[in-house]
Nanobody, 126 residues
Framework: QVYLTESGGGLVQAGESLSLSCAAS????????MAWFRQAPGKGREFVAA????????FYADSMKGRLTIDRDNLQRTMNLQMNDLKPEDTAVYYC???????????????????WGRGTQVTVSS
């Protein structure tokens, strides 16, 4: 079981940056990959970024590539997402997700993840 808590959301202006964090509470020695998804009002949940346990494998959404950096600290059990040059269309609830994967494996599909946080709101004004 992995419990996830997101933080760092808020209201920013277009062009500004924001850093999201996800804290994991997991009583396991197994490896778990982590990811960020987002859901805008009236839309489905979409992939943002993912990282393997080892940090060797990372994926980014094409729509946000070049504006994102994902990393994790396994000792602190945290995952971070740095978002730069934010746009109004980035407004959404951002969710942290996790699943038990091999150490170098990361996934883009939401159905591959078993554990989810409650989300944090990111609002970008124009």
């Amino acid at each position: 079981q992995v419990y996830l808590t997101e933080s760092g959301g808020g209201l920013v202006q277009a062009g500004e940056s924001l850093s999201l964090s996800c804290a994991a509470s997991a009583r396991t020695r197994d490896y778990y990959g982590m990811a960020w998804f987002r859901q805008a009002p009236g839309k489905g949940r979409e992939f943002v970024a993912a990282i393997s346990w080892s940090g060797v494998t990372t994926f980014y959404a094409d729509s946000m590539k070049g504006r994102l950096t994902i990393d994790r600290d396994n000792l602190q059990r945290t995952m971070n997402l740095q978002m730069n040059d934010l746009k109004p269309e980035d407004t959404a609830v951002y969710y942290c997700a996790a699943a038990f994967f091999p150490a170098d494996y990361a996934a883009r599909g939401e159905y591959e993840y078993d554990y989810w946080g409650r989300g944090t709101q990111v609002t970008v004004s124009s």
